[in-house]
């Protein structure tokens, strides 16, 4: 049950930036990934996050599995490639004499 502020954001940012003001809009005490990106979108020049938040923004368990997936589908990839290209040598070699 909370406030969404991201109107808010969006009004000040947008007083900020008509008048050229230095200031900076920062916003802290999130606990949700979806609140820093809603807030940085509205306008939000910085967001505080703790450690943990900050970790798991940058180190997805999906993120990990996705990319061992997409290396493996190469390495799939890769060794039919191989194979295709010696049998292509084998039937030149075969045409040839």
Same mark, same amino acid.
């Given at each position: 049950?909370?406030?969404?502020?991201?109107?808010?954001?969006? &009004?000040?940012?947008? #007083?900020?930036?008509? =008048?050229?003001?230095?200031a900076?809009?920062?916003?802290?005490?999130?606990?949700?990934?979806?609140? #820093?990106?809603?807030?940085?979108e509205?306008?939000?020049?910085?967001v505080?996050?703790?450690?943990?938040?900050?970790?798991?923004?940058? #180190?997805?368990?999906?993120? &990990? @599995?996705?990319?061992? @997936? =997409?290396?493996?589908?190469?390495?799939?990839?890769? @060794?039919?490639?191989?194979r295709? &290209?010696?049998?292509?040598?084998?039937?030149?070699?075969?045409?040839?004499?």
């Amino acid at each position: 049950m909370g406030y969404n502020v991201c109107g808010e954001i969006r &009004k000040l940012r947008k #007083v900020l930036d008509d =008048f050229e003001l230095k200031a900076r809009i920062i916003i802290g005490s999130t606990r949700e990934v979806l609140n #820093v990106i809603e807030w940085l979108e509205a306008g939000a020049h910085i967001v505080t996050v703790t450690p943990d938040l900050l970790k798991g923004m940058i #180190v997805h368990p999906y993120s &990990k @599995e996705t990319v061992q @997936e =997409f290396l493996r589908d190469a390495k799939k990839a890769e @060794e039919l490639l191989k194979r295709k &290209k010696e049998a292509m040598d084998n039937d030149r070699h075969r045409s040839r004499r």
